[in-house]
C-alpha cells in the first residue's frame, strides 16, 4: 500500500526527491531517526518516510509499520528540528499504538452496519447510519487517538533530546496558521487550544524524559 501510494505521487509529480530539496530531507530523517531511536522500535518496522511536495498542505501521517508521510507544507510551521519532532514523536506515537488497524477495524463495523440497515429499510437508512456513526463514535475515538499520540509524541521527543516546551510553541504556530477549521466535536482532530492545555498537563512527565532519556517509556499497550 506504501509503495503505491509513493507512486500514485510520483505520477502527480508531487514526490519530494532528495535530489530537489536536500536540506528538507536531511531535517526530516535527521529528526525521525532520533524520535525513531527513543521509541526502541528501531528494528520491530521497517521504518520509511516520503515527502511531498505540497506547500499549502500543513500536515503528516503515518501508516501501519512504520511508513511516515511529511507534506512540504508543514516544514515552515514546525519551524526547527525541536517544532518538527513534536510532528514526528505523534506520527510515531500512532504507530507504537497501532492506531491505524484499530481505526480500519472500526471502519469495518460501520460499513457492516450499513449494510445491515441498507438491506433492512432501504438506501436511505443505510446511508444515515454510517453518518450517524461517525458523529457518534468513530470521530470521538478518532480524537482520543489523536490525543494518545499527542501524549506519546511529547514523550518521545523530550526522551530524543528535545525540549518539550516546543510542543506548545508548535500548536501555537497551528493555531495562526488554521483557518476555516470546523467545530471540534465535527472533527478527527482536537483542536489547537485543547492540546495545547494537554501538553502543559503532561509537560512534568515530559521533562523527566528530556532531563534523563534513559528512563523507560511507559507501557503504550
Not at 500514485?8 to 526530516?28: C, F, I, M, N, S
Not at 457492516?112 to 446511508?127: D, E, P
Request: charged letters at 20%; hydrophobic letters at 40%; a neutral charge.
Amino acid at each position: 500500500a506504501f509503495q503505491q501510494l509513493r507512486e500514485e505521487e510520483v505520477k502527480k509529480g508531487r514526490l519530494l526527491t532528495e535530489r530537489e530539496d536536500p536540506v528538507a530531507h536531511a531535517q526530516v530523517r535527521r529528526v525521525t531517526d532520533r524520535v525513531i531511536l527513543a521509541s526502541g522500535l528501531r528494528d520491530t518496522y521497517r521504518w520509511e518516510y516520503i515527502l511531498l511536495n505540497a506547500p499549502k498542505t500543513i500536515n503528516a501521517a503515518a501508516i501501519a509499520g512504520g511508513r511516515i508521510i511529511v507534506y512540504s507544507g508543514i516544514l515552515p510551521v514546525a519551524g526547527s528540528d525541536a517544532g518538527l519532532a513534536t510532528i514526528i514523536g505523534h506520527e510515531v506515537g500512532h504507530v507504537m499504538a497501532h492506531h491505524t488497524a484499530e481505526r480500519i477495524s472500526q471502519d469495518q463495523l460501520v460499513n457492516l452496519g450499513a449494510a445491515a440497515a441498507g438491506a433492512m429499510g432501504g438506501s436511505l437508512l443505510g446511508a444515515v447510519v454510517p453518518a450517524a456513526a461517525q458523529l457518534g463514535y468513530l470521530l470521538p475515538y478518532s480524537r482520543a487517538h489523536e490525543s494518545e499520540a499527542d501524549h506519546i509524541g511529547i514523550l518521545l521527543m523530550a526522551k530524543a533530546g528535545y525540549d518539550p516546551r516546543e510542543s506548545v510553541f508548535l500548536w501555537q504556530r497551528m493555531n495562526q496558521s488554521g483557518s476555516g477549521r470546523p467545530p471540534e466535536f465535527l472533527s478527527t482532530h482536537p483542536n489547537p487550544d485543547t492540546r495545547i492545555t494537554q501538553l502543559n498537563a503532561w509537560m512534568p512527565q515530559a521533562w523527566r524524559y528530556y532531563e534523563n532519556p534513559n528512563l523507560a517509556l511507559p507501557n503504550i499497550r
